[in-house]
């Protein structure tokens, strides 16, 4: 039996921080339950409580001598109802308005019930007949009319509208800004702590993400993008939207509102299917393991919910209000542990992935991991400074053989922590490719990795000739 193998979890797990595991104590306890990638969520954050959380992270990591990466999701455009001084319980059939500037009279001489709302251009993105639903799709309207002012709407299923609650707008195509005032200051503190991942939410289009890494890239920060699709026109330009970014996230929160939710789970298994496709990564998030919030033990619905995301081999799951304000953060982070690992282990997972990755260089890296696969290797050992070879391997998805990355760059390697199957390393390169391969192996056998016997595929660069030119060696731990 190949020492750690069986020890390497393939499947990536994101978890939010809050309350419940911004203390020292537990976020060392989470880290050590295998949590490899820290989520900031920017709607609930201040700059100062990022920063602390940021060094906070960096501090944990140290102790625990587990270095998981730094996420910030920040906000992006969103459309909310205002302020409301109590209240209001909406009848069935009732006629309601959205305002956008002061009230204007009732219809037919009767007062009218209203709440404000903070996109003013509301009014030309919308259309008669158009629904309208607030407060996570609890409350329904009908759009019946609409004016410079305001929108006039009946209520189709009733409930309970308080303040500032949320907005979502099926098929409709909503022309905000893909960043907003709040985002452009957060994306300073990010470039500030150097988070390494930056979450934009309702990305609607490629051009979206190019917004943002004009951005970054103003900002000197080498992040990368995680782009959210959250509403229909992100299902339409998915395979642009792919293309685009650095990595995917199928956030079925308001996807879930915004379509109908019989149809999630094909949105859900076409997203997985593009990312690996075009060799990105990609995270299922939302509702994972809701129940934990306050059970310490999952539902026989949730396992099966995140035993199809291991199945469909997507690179991370993710956590939210399950570590933020739950009671078992720590039952999470091992719940998701002991799903992913059983389910890796099933001979059902399909491995065939099919790539457009058409480069000589990817090419190669196919290569490397059907010799993997062929010859029942115990790892796939690669050397990249960019992370672009271990994502190209992990594309590939190999049957059994964990990815050993190793880097010179810090940031490449907590970047490195979201691919599925990629166990990352820090180490300094030497003038001489053979050394450094040499050295990697005897890393890999001290830390218990692999053993003396086992056969090992290398995706290195050696030296012929006075140049370096990429190979694929096969090599007997010695």
């Known amino acids: 039996m ?13 978890f939010t921080i809050g309350p419940a595991t911004q203390g020292p104590d537990m976020l060392d306890a989470v880290i050590r339950a295998g949590a490899d990638v820290c989520r900031i969520n920017m709607a609930h954050a201040t700059h100062d409580w990022t920063r602390q959380v940021c060094n906070a992270v960096r501090e944990a990591s140290e102790r625990t001598g587990r270095d998981i990466a730094i996420m910030m999701d920040v906000k992006g455009p969103e459309i909310r109802t205002g302020d409301v001084a109590t209240p209001m319980e909406l009848k069935p059939g009732e006629v309601f308005d959205f305002t ?6 009732g219809a037919h001489g009767e007062e009218v019930r209203s709440v404000d709302v903070n996109y003013r251009n509301l009014v030309n993105d919308i259309r008669v007949g158009d629904t309208v639903l607030v407060d996570n799709g609890l409350i329904r309207f009908e ?3 609409k004016n410079d002012a305001r929108i006039r709407c009946r209520v189709q299923i009733p409930g309970k509208l308080g303040s500032r609650r949320h907005i979502n707008l099926p098929g409709v195509r909503v022309n905000l800004p893909a960043l907003t005032e709040k985002d452009m200051g957060d994306l300073q503190v990010a470039a500030e702590c150097a988070v390494d991942f930056i979450a934009l939410s309702f990305v609607r289009e490629p051009a979206d993400i190019e917004k943002l890494r004009s951005v970054l890239d103003d900002l000197r920060s080498s992040a990368h993008i995680i782009a959210k699709i959250e509403d229909q026109q992100a299902i339409s330009n998915l395979e ?13 929160g308001d996807l879930g509102i915004e379509c109908p939710f019989e149809d999630l789970p094909i949105i859900q298994r076409r997203a997985v299917r593009t990312c690996l496709t075009y060799g990105k990564p990609v995270i299922i998030a939302t509702h994972m393991l809701e129940s934990m919030i306050t059970s310490p033990l999952p539902t026989r619905a949730e396992v099966s919910d995140v035993s199809n995301a291991v199945y469909e081999q997507a690179d991370c799951v993710m956590l939210s209000g399950e570590t933020t304000v739950g009671k078992y953060p720590v039952e999470c982070i091992e ?20 790539t ?22 115990a790892g796939i050992v690669v050397f990249t400074r960019r992370g672009y ?13 964990p990815i050993y990355a190793f880097t010179n760059s810090r940031l490449t390697f907590r970047q490195m922590r979201l691919l599925r199957g990629v166990e990352p390393f820090l180490m300094n ?9 040499q050295k990697a192996i005897g890393l890999l056998y001290q830390q218990g990795y692999v053993k003396i016997g086992d056969k090992v595929v290398v995706v290195s660069d050696i030296l012929a000739s006075d140049r370096l030119i990429n190979s694929i060696q096969l090599r007997n731990v010695d």
């Open 2 to 14: 190949k020492s750690k193998q069986t020890g390497c979890r393939r499947t990536k797990i994101v």
């Open 100 to 105: 956008v500037k002061p009230r204007s009279d």
């Open 143 to 145: 759009v019946l009319e």
């Open 240 to 252: 642009g939207i792919v293309k685009a970014c650095d990595g995917l996230m199928v956030a079925r």
């Open 335 to 354: 719940a998701f542990d002991r799903i992913a690992r059983r389910i890796e282990r099933d001979k059902d997972v399909a491995h065939h992935v099919q």
């Open 356 to 377: 457009v990755l058409g480069s000589d260089q990817a090419k190669m890296l196919r290569s490397a991991v059907s010799m993997a696969n062929e010859l029942d290797a």
């Open 389 to 401: 070879v271990a994502q190209g391997v992990a594309a590939l998805r190999p049957k059994e053989a």
């Open 429 to 437: 390169f030497g003038a001489e490719p053979e050394l450094t391969v």
